[in-house]
């Protein structure tokens, strides 16, 4: 008797839907961390502006907009940031979540934070 050699039509078969099915959640998921990573890149742009530690609250939220607008972030705006003062420097941070439908009724749900301040917790994505 000769053994069987390579895959059967069944292991081709799942390796195919298991290869969709990743596929199909890059393509979902990854317009939000794109959008997530641009947030982070005007908040750290903000934090290195030399007119950013004397700001008023809309200013801040104006030069928010205003970047937001050039990156195409349209999840959240200048109205979402939430603005205090730490030694005596402005702190801008956001956190906000994202539901994305991924197929009949299963969604993925994002949480992101992202933040001006060097110290403290860091900026995630989840």
Excluded: H, W
Aim: glycine share 6%.
């Amino acid at each position: 008797m000769k053994k069987q050699r390579g895959m059967s039509f069944i292991g081709t078969l799942i390796l195919i839907v298991l290869g969709v099915s990743i596929t199909l959640l890059v393509v979902k998921l990854a317009p939000a961390y794109i959008e997530f990573f641009s947030v982070k890149k005007v908040l750290a742009a903000m934090a290195q502006d030399p007119a950013f530690p004397a700001m008023s609250p809309a200013e801040v939220r104006d030069s928010f907009d205003r970047r937001a607008n050039i990156d195409y972030i349209t999840t959240v705006t200048g109205k979402d940031l939430d603005l205090s003062k730490e030694d005596g420097q402005n702190v801008a941070s956001i956190e906000y979540s994202q539901k994305i439908p991924l197929v009949l009724n299963v969604s993925a749900c994002l949480d992101f934070s992202a933040s001006t301040a060097s110290s403290g917790k860091p900026a995630k994505g989840e």
